[in-house]
Nanobody
């Protein structure tokens, strides 16, 4: 069992930046990690993923603005969010999964609000 704890959310003005962190309770080097978000009244959607080999993938809506990274030694995944827009407002969730082992873990989420 892997427990994930997100932090770093908050209120920011349009054009501002935030850095989200996801701290895992155990080793994550073998897992694919990702960030997802869910806005009110909408389905949860992929924001960015990073494989256990370091390959990254981004939703078109955040390409060029968000950067996902991982520090396996610290069992932590980050999401650097720049040039934030009001439409980025959502609860952001950290995800940890292993397709081979059939494991899929979620954090409790952190609120990001982009508003003037």
């Amino acid at each position: 069992q892997v427990q994930l704890v997100e932090s770093g959310g908050g209120l920011v003005q349009p054009g501002g930046s935030l850095r989200l962190s996801c701290a895992a309770s155990g080793r994550i080097s073998m897992y694919h990690m990702g960030w997802y978000r869910q806005a009110p009244g909408k389905q949860r959607e992929l924001v960015a993923t990073i494989t256990n080999g370091g390959s990254t993938n981004y939703a078109d809506s955040v390409k060029g603005r968000f950067t996902i990274s991982r520090d396996n030694a610290k069992s932590t995944v980050y999401l650097q969010m720049n040039s934030l827009k009001p439409e980025d407002t959502a609860v952001y969730y950290c995800n940890c999964r292993s397709y081979g082992l059939g494991l899929n873990y979620w954090g409790q989420g952190t609120q990001v609000t982009v508003s003037s």
